[in-house]
């Protein structure tokens, strides 16, 4: 019997470049990430869960002050309120099961979990993931994935399920490198951009059309 090697140029394994620029600028794109199939049929189930209704307003969790003296209500509408102003894409959290895209898709990410615990060392520990639906004019201000009440989250993940992206149609996710510097990055189809999410400012741009996407974060216990 003879022992087969681990195949380095497996699909799933992320190029050294893709890791250096990583560790390098705090960001990395792979213009396809995922094969035009997988995309396909991950694009046609978040519109079918928009289409059906199923997606909920997300929220950014920033919770209201506790000193504020309103009701439980009220405090909610405050909630939504600014929460609204914050950002106004709909979101549906994958759970493992929900179809055979997905389950691939999750997959995919695990092997990336993996591959950044064996070069970086980074102890990540699990993958949560949604798809996100931006319809015409919507936009996420800006901001940081870490929040206050959660500092699990590590690494982000945002990947584009939009083909033939114009640059006149708007939606770049602008990265704000620094106080001066800033990069708008197109959400076409297949492509995967990575951050750090403690660090990253950023903010998503309104568009003219729909703008389908999976975010996810690979965190820390
Ligand atoms: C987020 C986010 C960026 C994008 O969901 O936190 O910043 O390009 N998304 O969709
Ligand atoms: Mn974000």
């Not at 470049?17 to 995309?39: C, K, S």
Request: glycine share 4%.
């Amino acid at each position: 019997m003879s022992i087969v090697p681990a195949d380095d140029d497996s699909p799933s394994t992320m190029p050294a470049g893709f890791i250096n620029h990583l560790v390098e600028y705090g960001w990395a794109r792979q213009a396809i990430f995922l094969d035009a199939d997988l995309t396909l049929a991950l694009a046609a189930e978040c519109q079918g869960l928009n289409d059906q209704q199923l997606l909920r307003i997300a929220k950014t969790g920033r919770a209201t002050k506790s000193d504020m003296h309103v009701s439980p209500q009220a405090k909610i509408q405050i909630q939504t309120k600014i929460e609204a102003q914050l950002r106004s894409d709909q979101i549906s959290w994958l759970s493992a099961g929900q179809s055979p895209a997905c389950d691939q898709y999750l997959l995919r990410m695990e092997s990336l979990r993996q591959q950044l615990n064996r070069d970086l060392f980074l102890n990540l520990d699990d993958y949560e993931s949604h798809f996100a639906f931006y319809a015409p004019g919507a936009f996420y201000a800006q901001h940081k994935d870490r929040f206050q009440d959660d500092d699990r989250r590590t690494i982000s993940v945002v990947i584009y399920l939009n083909r033939d992206w114009q640059t006149e149609q708007g939606g770049a996710l602008r990265l704000h490198l620094s106080d001066s510097e800033s990069l708008d990055i197109a959400p076409e189809a297949s492509s995967m951009i990575l951050f750090l999410s403690a660090t990253m400012l950023h903010e998503v741009l309104p568009a003219t059309r729909d703008r389908l996407s999976l975010a996810g974060w690979f965190r820390r216990r």
